[in-house]
């Protein structure tokens, strides 16, 4: 599902600006692509079901891969996937 969902390009912005928002991007996504991770292994474990929480998580991710394509957005928003984690978690 998430796998294929083509990542829109980072295309405003000076070249090292590029590179740097895209080395951002892709670790917010890596981050929040392990908390999805944690929370299916902790469903297992406990079997409790944390579906709505993945859900939000994955959301999250496909946001963050479609929104953005100006290089400033990300360096300003560095720590977005905290952000969002951080709100998913909260939410009931």
């Not at 405003?12 to 929370?39: P, V």
């Amino acid at each position: 599902m998430l796998g294929d969902l083509k990542m829109v390009q980072i295309t405003i912005g000076t070249e090292k600006q590029i590179a740097w928002a895209n080395e951002i991007r892709n670790t917010s996504i890596a981050n929040m692509e392990k908390e999805a991770t944690y929370f299916k292994e902790r469903a297992i474990r406990e079997n409790y079901d944390y579906s709505v929480i993945i859900g939000r998580i994955e959301k999250g991710i496909e946001e963050l891969k479609t929104v953005e394509k100006d290089a400033k957005f990300w360096i300003e928003h560095k720590n977005l996937d905290g952000a969002y984690l951080q709100r998913i978690k909260r939410a009931k």
